[in-house]
Protein backbone atom coordinates (compact mmCIF):
# COMPACT_ATOMS: atom_id res chain seq x y z
CA UNK A 1 0.00 0.00 0.00
CA UNK A 2 1.49 3.34 -0.98
CA UNK A 3 1.87 6.12 1.82
CA UNK A 4 -0.17 8.49 0.51
CA UNK A 5 -2.96 6.12 0.29
CA UNK A 6 -2.20 4.64 3.77
CA UNK A 7 -2.99 8.69 4.66
CA UNK A 8 -6.25 8.33 3.55
CA UNK A 9 -7.30 5.40 5.42
CA UNK A 10 -5.74 6.84 8.39
CA UNK A 11 -7.62 10.04 7.72
CA UNK A 12 -11.32 8.29 6.87
CA UNK A 13 -10.42 5.87 10.68
CA UNK A 14 -9.72 9.73 12.54
CA UNK A 15 -12.90 11.76 10.69
CA UNK A 16 -15.25 8.65 11.83
CA UNK A 17 -13.51 8.96 15.44
CA UNK A 18 -14.50 13.16 15.02
CA UNK A 19 -17.81 12.63 13.83
CA UNK A 20 -18.60 10.53 16.91
CA UNK A 21 -17.85 13.45 19.18
CA UNK A 22 -19.42 15.92 16.92
CA UNK A 23 -22.59 14.31 17.51
CA UNK A 24 -25.22 14.89 20.18
CA UNK A 25 -27.97 12.31 19.47
CA UNK A 26 -26.72 9.00 20.69
CA UNK A 27 -27.85 7.08 17.57
CA UNK A 28 -25.86 9.50 15.67
CA UNK A 29 -22.69 8.39 17.69
CA UNK A 30 -23.76 4.41 17.73
CA UNK A 31 -23.86 4.56 13.63
CA UNK A 32 -20.76 7.00 13.50
CA UNK A 33 -18.81 4.19 16.11
CA UNK A 34 -19.84 1.35 13.82
CA UNK A 35 -18.29 3.14 10.58
CA UNK A 36 -14.99 3.56 13.40
CA UNK A 37 -15.14 0.27 13.88
CA UNK A 38 -15.56 -1.13 10.60
CA UNK A 39 -12.28 0.61 9.41
CA UNK A 40 -10.45 -0.27 12.15
CA UNK A 41 -11.47 -3.92 10.85
CA UNK A 42 -10.32 -2.96 7.40
CA UNK A 43 -6.97 -1.31 8.34
CA UNK A 44 -6.44 -4.67 9.54
CA UNK A 45 -7.11 -6.68 6.52
CA UNK A 46 -5.63 -4.53 4.08
CA UNK A 47 -1.83 -3.36 6.20
CA UNK A 48 -1.52 -6.95 8.21
CA UNK A 49 -1.91 -4.41 11.18
CA UNK A 50 -4.24 -3.94 14.25
CA UNK A 51 -4.95 -0.57 15.42
CA UNK A 52 -6.21 -0.08 19.27
CA UNK A 53 -10.07 0.79 19.47
CA UNK A 54 -9.78 4.32 21.20
CA UNK A 55 -13.41 4.83 21.52
CA UNK A 56 -13.85 2.06 23.84
CA UNK A 57 -13.80 4.49 26.73
CA UNK A 58 -16.22 6.46 25.52
CA UNK A 59 -18.64 3.90 25.11
CA UNK A 60 -21.48 4.52 27.06
CA UNK A 61 -24.39 1.43 27.67
CA UNK A 62 -27.15 3.65 26.12
CA UNK A 63 -24.69 3.54 23.17
CA UNK A 64 -23.46 0.20 23.25
CA UNK A 65 -27.19 -0.57 23.30
CA UNK A 66 -27.93 0.41 20.07
CA UNK A 67 -24.51 -0.29 18.58
CA UNK A 68 -25.46 -3.50 19.21
CA UNK A 69 -29.24 -3.33 17.64
CA UNK A 70 -26.89 -1.86 14.45
CA UNK A 71 -25.06 -5.19 14.58
CA UNK A 72 -28.07 -7.37 15.11
CA UNK A 73 -30.09 -5.65 12.60
CA UNK A 74 -29.78 -8.26 9.78
CA UNK A 75 -30.03 -11.59 12.51
CA UNK A 76 -33.37 -9.68 13.69
CA UNK A 77 -34.59 -9.26 10.27
CA UNK A 78 -33.97 -13.35 10.13
CA UNK A 79 -35.87 -13.93 13.23
CA UNK A 80 -38.57 -12.13 12.60
CA UNK A 81 -38.96 -13.42 9.22
CA UNK A 82 -37.04 -16.63 9.66
CA UNK A 83 -40.45 -18.81 7.46
CA UNK A 84 -39.77 -16.82 4.16
CA UNK A 85 -36.11 -16.50 4.83
CA UNK A 86 -36.32 -20.92 5.04
CA UNK A 87 -38.43 -21.56 1.87
CA UNK A 88 -37.39 -18.69 -0.65
CA UNK A 89 -33.51 -19.60 -0.01
CA UNK A 90 -34.22 -23.21 -0.20
CA UNK A 91 -35.97 -23.09 -3.40
CA UNK A 92 -33.07 -20.62 -5.01
CA UNK A 93 -30.40 -22.92 -3.60
CA UNK A 94 -31.91 -25.85 -5.40
CA UNK A 95 -32.41 -23.84 -8.56
CA UNK A 96 -29.07 -22.69 -8.98
CA UNK A 97 -27.46 -26.62 -7.85
CA UNK A 98 -29.78 -28.08 -11.16
CA UNK A 99 -27.84 -25.56 -13.36
CA UNK A 100 -23.95 -26.09 -11.83
CA UNK A 101 -24.56 -29.94 -12.08
CA UNK A 102 -24.94 -29.54 -15.41
CA UNK A 103 -22.96 -26.83 -16.43
CA UNK A 104 -20.06 -28.62 -14.03
CA UNK A 105 -20.76 -31.72 -16.05
CA UNK A 106 -20.12 -29.79 -19.88
CA UNK A 107 -17.67 -32.25 -21.49
CA UNK A 108 -15.45 -29.32 -22.80
CA UNK A 109 -14.56 -28.33 -18.72
CA UNK A 110 -14.26 -31.94 -17.54
CA UNK A 111 -10.41 -31.80 -17.36
CA UNK A 112 -9.77 -28.33 -16.65
CA UNK A 113 -7.58 -27.24 -13.16
CA UNK A 114 -9.28 -24.14 -11.93
CA UNK A 115 -6.85 -22.27 -10.35
CA UNK A 116 -4.65 -22.95 -13.21
CA UNK A 117 -6.53 -21.72 -15.95
CA UNK A 118 -7.68 -18.78 -13.82
CA UNK A 119 -4.00 -17.81 -13.13
CA UNK A 120 -2.35 -18.22 -16.28
CA UNK A 121 -5.71 -15.83 -18.35
CA UNK A 122 -4.55 -13.32 -20.48
CA UNK A 123 -4.17 -9.85 -17.91
CA UNK A 124 -4.44 -7.60 -21.02
CA UNK A 125 -7.77 -8.68 -22.59
CA UNK A 126 -9.27 -8.62 -19.15
CA UNK A 127 -8.39 -4.70 -18.69
CA UNK A 128 -9.62 -4.21 -21.66
CA UNK A 129 -12.53 -5.59 -21.74
CA UNK A 130 -12.98 -3.89 -18.60
CA UNK A 131 -12.57 -0.53 -20.02
CA UNK A 132 -14.80 -1.72 -22.81
CA UNK A 133 -17.55 -2.13 -20.26
CA UNK A 134 -16.75 1.29 -18.52
CA UNK A 135 -17.64 3.10 -22.01
CA UNK A 136 -20.88 1.69 -22.03
CA UNK A 137 -21.88 2.40 -18.29
CA UNK A 138 -21.24 5.94 -17.60
CA UNK A 139 -22.19 6.20 -13.97
CA UNK A 140 -19.45 3.61 -13.76
CA UNK A 141 -16.56 5.44 -15.38
CA UNK A 142 -17.45 8.99 -14.26
CA UNK A 143 -16.66 7.99 -10.39
CA UNK A 144 -13.76 5.15 -10.77
CA UNK A 145 -12.07 7.78 -13.59
CA UNK A 146 -12.40 10.56 -10.73
CA UNK A 147 -11.02 7.72 -7.81
CA UNK A 148 -8.40 6.59 -10.27
CA UNK A 149 -7.19 10.29 -10.86
CA UNK A 150 -7.12 11.20 -7.15
CA UNK A 151 -5.04 8.41 -6.50
CA UNK A 152 -7.42 6.70 -4.07
CA UNK A 153 -7.99 3.05 -5.54
CA UNK A 154 -5.51 0.90 -4.88
CA UNK A 155 -4.75 -2.91 -4.15
CA UNK A 156 -3.60 -4.37 -1.13
CA UNK A 157 -1.55 -8.04 -0.79
CA UNK A 158 -3.41 -8.29 2.54
CA UNK A 159 -6.80 -8.63 1.64
CA UNK A 160 -8.77 -10.84 -1.34
CA UNK A 161 -11.86 -8.94 -1.79
CA UNK A 162 -13.12 -5.39 -2.24
CA UNK A 163 -14.19 -2.58 0.12
CA UNK A 164 -15.34 1.06 -0.75
CA UNK A 165 -15.26 3.97 1.65
CA UNK A 166 -16.83 7.60 1.34
CA UNK A 167 -14.30 10.16 3.58
CA UNK A 168 -17.98 12.40 4.49
CA UNK A 169 -15.77 15.17 5.39
CA UNK A 170 -13.26 15.58 2.09
CA UNK A 171 -15.88 14.63 0.21
CA UNK A 172 -14.01 11.92 -1.51
CA UNK A 173 -14.68 8.05 -2.55
CA UNK A 174 -12.05 5.25 -2.07
CA UNK A 175 -11.56 1.82 -3.59
CA UNK A 176 -9.53 -0.62 -1.68
CA UNK A 177 -9.12 -4.05 -4.01
CA UNK A 178 -7.38 -7.30 -2.67
CA UNK A 179 -4.87 -9.04 -5.91
CA UNK A 180 -6.76 -12.27 -6.39
CA UNK A 181 -5.55 -15.31 -8.26
CA UNK A 182 -5.99 -13.04 -11.71
CA UNK A 183 -6.47 -9.88 -13.06
CA UNK A 184 -10.02 -11.21 -14.00
CA UNK A 185 -10.90 -11.63 -10.12
CA UNK A 186 -9.31 -7.93 -9.80
CA UNK A 187 -11.59 -6.07 -12.29
CA UNK A 188 -14.78 -8.52 -11.01
CA UNK A 189 -13.79 -6.87 -7.61
CA UNK A 190 -13.67 -3.48 -9.13
CA UNK A 191 -16.91 -3.76 -10.68
CA UNK A 192 -18.38 -5.00 -7.65
CA UNK A 193 -17.06 -1.87 -5.61
CA UNK A 194 -18.02 0.47 -8.04
CA UNK A 195 -21.49 -0.26 -7.69
CA UNK A 196 -21.42 0.40 -4.07
CA UNK A 197 -19.91 3.75 -5.09
CA UNK A 198 -22.91 4.22 -8.05
CA UNK A 199 -25.68 3.38 -5.37
CA UNK A 200 -24.20 6.09 -2.89
CA UNK A 201 -23.72 8.73 -5.39
CA UNK A 202 -27.42 7.86 -6.41
CA UNK A 203 -28.75 8.59 -3.02
CA UNK A 204 -26.65 11.95 -2.62
CA UNK A 205 -28.03 13.19 -5.94
CA UNK A 206 -31.43 12.11 -5.13
CA UNK A 207 -31.89 12.74 -1.04
CA UNK A 208 -29.05 15.31 -0.59
CA UNK A 209 -28.22 13.53 2.31
CA UNK A 210 -24.02 13.54 1.92
CA UNK A 211 -22.52 12.44 5.45
CA UNK A 212 -25.77 10.60 6.55
CA UNK A 213 -24.30 7.98 7.89
CA UNK A 214 -28.00 5.52 8.02
CA UNK A 215 -27.36 5.15 4.16
CA UNK A 216 -24.03 3.27 5.42
CA UNK A 217 -25.25 0.90 7.87
CA UNK A 218 -25.65 -2.49 6.60
CA UNK A 219 -29.02 -4.39 5.96
CA UNK A 220 -30.09 -6.68 3.37
CA UNK A 221 -30.07 -4.80 0.89
CA UNK A 222 -26.42 -3.63 0.83
CA UNK A 223 -24.99 -5.97 -1.62
CA UNK A 224 -27.45 -5.81 -4.43
CA UNK A 225 -26.20 -3.63 -6.77
CA UNK A 226 -22.92 -4.50 -6.39
CA UNK A 227 -23.62 -7.92 -7.17
CA UNK A 228 -26.01 -6.42 -10.10
CA UNK A 229 -22.99 -4.85 -12.13
CA UNK A 230 -20.93 -7.93 -10.80
CA UNK A 231 -23.42 -9.81 -12.36
CA UNK A 232 -23.83 -7.84 -15.50
CA UNK A 233 -20.39 -7.72 -16.24
CA UNK A 234 -19.52 -11.61 -15.88
CA UNK A 235 -22.26 -11.94 -18.75
CA UNK A 236 -20.54 -8.93 -20.81
CA UNK A 237 -17.26 -10.86 -20.70
CA UNK A 238 -18.30 -14.06 -21.78
CA UNK A 239 -20.03 -12.28 -25.12
CA UNK A 240 -16.73 -10.61 -25.64
CA UNK A 241 -13.71 -12.70 -24.48
CA UNK A 242 -11.78 -14.75 -26.42
CA UNK A 243 -11.05 -16.64 -23.75
CA UNK A 244 -14.67 -18.26 -22.93
CA UNK A 245 -13.26 -21.38 -20.66
CA UNK A 246 -11.50 -19.00 -18.19
CA UNK A 247 -14.81 -16.50 -18.15
CA UNK A 248 -17.25 -19.62 -17.72
CA UNK A 249 -15.33 -20.98 -14.66
CA UNK A 250 -15.45 -17.36 -13.21
CA UNK A 251 -18.72 -17.78 -13.74
CA UNK A 252 -19.28 -20.49 -11.81
CA UNK A 253 -17.43 -19.28 -9.54
CA UNK A 254 -19.59 -16.36 -8.88
CA UNK A 255 -23.06 -18.71 -9.04
CA UNK A 256 -21.27 -21.41 -6.56
CA UNK A 257 -20.66 -18.59 -4.48
CA UNK A 258 -24.11 -17.51 -4.39
CA UNK A 259 -25.45 -20.37 -4.09
CA UNK A 260 -23.12 -21.97 -0.67
CA UNK A 261 -24.72 -17.61 0.48
CA UNK A 262 -28.40 -18.88 0.17
CA UNK A 263 -27.50 -22.44 1.86
CA UNK A 264 -26.59 -20.64 5.08
CA UNK A 265 -29.62 -18.84 4.84
CA UNK A 266 -31.17 -21.63 4.97
CA UNK A 267 -29.38 -23.34 7.42
CA UNK A 268 -29.53 -20.51 9.57
CA UNK A 269 -33.33 -20.23 9.12
CA UNK A 270 -33.60 -23.41 10.78
CA UNK A 271 -32.13 -22.39 13.73
CA UNK A 272 -34.84 -21.50 16.91
CA UNK A 273 -33.76 -17.80 17.64
CA UNK A 274 -31.76 -17.81 20.28
CA UNK A 275 -29.36 -19.80 18.49
CA UNK A 276 -29.36 -17.23 15.82
CA UNK A 277 -27.51 -15.08 17.93
CA UNK A 278 -25.89 -17.55 19.77
CA UNK A 279 -23.52 -18.01 16.07
CA UNK A 280 -23.81 -14.27 15.40
CA UNK A 281 -20.15 -13.36 14.04
CA UNK A 282 -18.54 -16.68 15.84
CA UNK A 283 -17.36 -18.07 12.30
CA UNK A 284 -19.23 -21.07 12.63
CA UNK A 285 -18.49 -24.24 10.38
CA UNK A 286 -21.27 -25.35 8.61
CA UNK A 287 -21.34 -28.95 10.02
CA UNK A 288 -21.72 -27.49 13.49
CA UNK A 289 -24.82 -25.93 11.90
CA UNK A 290 -26.06 -28.68 10.01
CA UNK A 291 -25.41 -30.71 13.07
CA UNK A 292 -27.65 -28.24 15.60
CA UNK A 293 -30.67 -27.98 13.00
CA UNK A 294 -31.00 -31.89 11.90
CA UNK A 295 -30.63 -31.58 8.56
CA UNK A 296 -29.46 -33.54 6.11
CA UNK A 297 -30.57 -32.80 2.70
CA UNK A 298 -27.77 -30.53 1.45
CA UNK A 299 -24.31 -32.38 1.38
CA UNK A 300 -20.64 -31.09 0.40
CA UNK A 301 -20.88 -28.04 2.57
CA UNK A 302 -18.45 -29.17 5.62
CA UNK A 303 -16.16 -26.82 5.81
CA UNK A 304 -16.93 -23.51 4.96
CA UNK A 305 -16.87 -21.49 7.85
CA UNK A 306 -19.90 -18.65 8.55
CA UNK A 307 -21.01 -15.66 10.52
CA UNK A 308 -24.46 -15.74 9.16
CA UNK A 309 -25.93 -11.94 8.53
CA UNK A 310 -22.68 -11.21 5.70
CA UNK A 311 -23.83 -14.63 3.77
CA UNK A 312 -27.86 -13.09 3.88
CA UNK A 313 -26.66 -10.13 2.69
CA UNK A 314 -24.73 -11.83 -0.31
CA UNK A 315 -27.68 -14.25 -0.83
CA UNK A 316 -30.68 -11.46 -0.67
CA UNK A 317 -27.67 -9.33 -3.16
CA UNK A 318 -27.63 -12.01 -5.94
CA UNK A 319 -31.70 -12.86 -5.69
CA UNK A 320 -32.45 -9.06 -6.13
CA UNK A 321 -30.37 -8.02 -8.51
CA UNK A 322 -30.85 -11.41 -10.91
CA UNK A 323 -34.51 -9.92 -11.11
CA UNK A 324 -33.72 -6.34 -11.51
CA UNK A 325 -31.36 -7.74 -14.41
CA UNK A 326 -34.70 -9.31 -16.18
CA UNK A 327 -36.37 -5.99 -14.84
CA UNK A 328 -34.56 -3.15 -15.26
CA UNK A 329 -37.01 -0.85 -15.31
CA UNK A 330 -37.11 -1.41 -11.44
CA UNK A 331 -33.95 -0.20 -10.62
CA UNK A 332 -34.62 2.93 -9.76
CA UNK A 333 -37.65 1.81 -7.49
CA UNK A 334 -35.07 -0.25 -5.57
CA UNK A 335 -32.10 2.66 -5.55
CA UNK A 336 -35.45 4.58 -3.48
CA UNK A 337 -35.90 2.04 -1.30
CA UNK A 338 -32.12 1.00 -0.51
CA UNK A 339 -32.78 2.79 3.16
CA UNK A 340 -36.12 1.01 4.35
CA UNK A 341 -36.38 -2.12 6.26
CA UNK A 342 -36.04 -5.37 4.52
CA UNK A 343 -39.71 -7.32 4.16
CA UNK A 344 -41.15 -9.54 1.85
CA UNK A 345 -43.48 -7.12 1.29
CA UNK A 346 -40.95 -4.57 -0.19
CA UNK A 347 -39.68 -7.41 -2.50
CA UNK A 348 -43.46 -8.14 -3.42
CA UNK A 349 -43.80 -4.15 -4.42
CA UNK A 350 -40.56 -4.86 -6.89
CA UNK A 351 -42.22 -7.72 -8.38
CA UNK A 352 -40.41 -10.36 -6.52
CA UNK A 353 -42.65 -13.23 -5.11
CA UNK A 354 -42.13 -16.55 -3.47
CA UNK A 355 -43.28 -18.67 -6.76
CA UNK A 356 -41.47 -16.67 -9.10
CA UNK A 357 -38.03 -16.22 -7.88
CA UNK A 358 -37.33 -19.49 -9.38
CA UNK A 359 -38.06 -18.41 -12.62
CA UNK A 360 -36.23 -15.32 -12.23
CA UNK A 361 -32.67 -17.37 -11.30
CA UNK A 362 -33.29 -19.87 -14.46
CA UNK A 363 -33.89 -17.35 -16.74
CA UNK A 364 -30.19 -15.99 -15.32
CA UNK A 365 -28.76 -19.26 -15.49
CA UNK A 366 -30.06 -19.64 -19.21
CA UNK A 367 -28.59 -16.27 -19.86
CA UNK A 368 -25.53 -17.07 -18.61
CA UNK A 369 -25.01 -21.17 -19.46
CA UNK A 370 -27.40 -22.08 -21.98
CA UNK A 371 -24.78 -21.82 -24.53
CA UNK A 372 -22.74 -24.85 -23.04
CA UNK A 373 -25.18 -27.15 -21.94
Keep these: MKKKQLVMLNKNINDAKKYFFEYDKLEDKAKAYATYCALLDYYESVTGKWLDNLLKEYITDDIRNIYQSLVYHNLDNLVRYKDYHKKISKASFLEIDSFLQRVV ?81 TVVNIVHELGHASEYQFDVDSHHT ?49 KDNLYITYLFSNL ?6 QFQGKGVLVEVLKRVTNLDD ?38 GMRREEFSPYLLKELGIEEDNVCDVIDSRCQKVFGKYL
Design 105 to 185: DFSCLSDIDYNYRLSKEDNKENWELFFQYLQEHKELADIYFKIALEGNCYFSKYSTGGFFDVNYISEKYILLIGKGNSSLD
Design 272 to 277: DDNSIY
Design 298 to 335: FDNFDNLVVCGDTEMMYGYGFLISSYLLEHPEKVDRFL
Design 210 to 258: FGNLEFMQQNLFSEVISRYFEQDFLEYYLKHTSQKIGGVLKAIDFFNNC
